[in-house]
């Protein structure tokens, strides 16, 4: 199986500051990576899917990018709603998730 | 909207089987895919395999392979998934959630399943 690896494992920042997230795989899945937000006892929630496309009702400040085995995603301008858990996701054939990154407040 | 309502939570023994329901509404049922995935304490989150709403397709992980089984009742909107041979590993929160082309986009509540002697 392919292997996601996140870092860091935990990003602590203020609001209004960005937030740079990384996912990597053990080998190529294309642009086939998604990323979800996880607050505690919600289910995940979907905020970038094929590496870079935005989904419907995501705010503008959420963005992602890479290819291949690099990807990242980005959150510009922090609101105090956005400090939750983030994964990633591949979906070539089966699927796999990354380990999470935890973003805190500072 | 798109919503699920899922069984409720299970207490098992190690050993046991566990099966789980997901009622799906505000969407075509036939039109997309369920997948299961489970969240344990301290792990990271694992896809078991998906069911074609329409078709009944199946695809599983290799992890859980013979050891899960996933239906669906097209004309009740509900997929089923069931793990056998339980062992105290199988403590999780187990989620159905749809895909579109693939893309998992909404996801149910969750539903608790616990394995203790």
């Known amino acids: 199986d392919i292997v996601l690896t996140q870092s860091p494992a935990t990003l602590s920042l203020s609001p209004g500051e960005r937030a740079t997230l990384s996912c990597r795989a053990s080998?190529?899945?294309?642009?086939?990576l998604g990323w979800y937000q996880q607050k505690p006892g919600q289910p995940p929630r979907l905020l970038i899917y094929d590496a870079s496309n935005r989904e419907s009702g995501i705010p503008a400040r959420f963005s992602g990018s890479g290819s291949g085995t690099d990807f990242t995603l980005t959150i510009s301008n922090i609101e105090p709603e956005d400090f939750a858990v983030y994964f990633c996701?591949?979906?070539?054939?089966?699927?796999?998730f990354g380990q999470g990154t935890r973003l805190e407040l500072k | 909207q798109v919503q699920f309502v899922q069984s409720g939570p299970e207490v098992k023994k190690p050993g046991a089987s566990v099966a789980l329901s997901c009622r799906a509404s505000?969407?075509?049922?036939?039109?997309?895919?369920i997948h299961w995935v489970r969240q344990a304490p301290g792990r990271r989150l694992e896809w078991l395999g998906w069911i074609n709403g329409g078709r009944g397709d199946t695809k599983f992980s290799q992890t859980f392979q013979g050891r899960v089984t996933i239906t669906r009742d097209a004309s009740a909107n509900t997929a089923y998934m069931g793990l056998s041979g339980l062992t105290s590993e199988d403590t999780a929160i187990y989620y159905c959630a749809r895909s579109r082309w693939g893309i998992i986009d909404y996801w149910s509540p969750g539903t608790l399943v616990s394995v203790s002697s």
């Open positions: 505000g969407y075509n049922f036939a039109g997309f895919a």
């Open positions: 996701l591949q979906r070539t054939g089966s699927y796999t």
């Open positions: 080998q190529s899945v294309s642009g086939y």
